[in-house]
């Protein structure tokens, strides 16, 4: 997905301004920065659902991962993947409830769930459903570390089986530097670092990773 001088305004406040990007098929890419830098604005460009000046390429069809699960609460975990999906794909649920760790939990509701398993959920129906670019807006942003943990490696597990283009938006620096093939930062709406990392995700959660510090460094500097 490309874009070209991408701007997006709220009224008088510039959310946006002149962003140019490239994102590389296949990779995982992290959108970093503060509250009110840009980043779901960006992601709302990308996903199409934001109108804006300038120019958007490619990409195909997304998917949406979002930080709140959004189940219906009506509908069993099975039914709430059947709900998206086209009906010849059904088949493939069970085999996705099991890798992200559901199997015989099909048919719970989502309140007789915790909110691990109800993030798994969103996680099997984000990855099952028909795309070419999946999109996460925060979506470990509100999980303990033993669960962040676990739900990042998913994930990663995930991208390393489908070869999924991602991009995730984030505020956390390890999340990004753990996760992504590379980290955009975002100040006050224009890029203000586009670094890439060595190798394939995840790197050691419980480490340090050598991106971690630069990304710190240019989120510590104040925006000319």
Do not use: C
């Amino acid at each position: 997905m490309i874009l070209r001088g991408v701007t997006k305004k709220y009224g008088e406040t510039v959310a946006l301004n002149a962003i140019d990007l490239a994102l590389e098929e296949g990779k995982i890419a992290a959108v970093l920065g503060e509250s009110g830098a840009g980043k779901s604005t960006l992601l709302g460009v990308l996903a199409g659902t934001l109108p804006f000046e300038g120019e958007r390429e490619g990409g195909g069809r997304v998917s949406y991962l979002f930080q709140d699960p959004k189940l219906l609460p009506n509908l069993t975990v099975e039914g709430n993947l059947r709900f998206v999906l086209p009906k010849p794909m059904w088949g493939g649920i069970g085999g996705m409830l099991a890798r992200v760790g559901l199997a015989g939990k099909e048919k719970r509701l989502p309140r007789s769930l915790s909110g691990g398993e109800r993030q798994r959920v969103a996680i099997a129906r984000a990855f099952l459903y028909p795309h070419e670019t999946l999109l996460m807006d925060e979506p470990f942003s509100s999980l303990d570390l033993a669960l962040k943990h676990s739900l990042v490696g998913l994930v990663a597990s995930l991208w390393r089986e489908r070869g999924e283009t991602i991009v995730f938006v984030t505020h956390d620096v390890h999340e990004a530097a753990v996760l992504a093939h590379r980290v955009i930062v975002l100040k006050r709406g224009e890029i203000a670092a586009d670094l890439s990392a060595e190798g394939d995700p995840p790197r050691d959660f419980f480490a340090r990773p050598p991106l971690e510090d630069d990304l710190i460094r240019i989120l510590a500097q104040p925006k000319p």
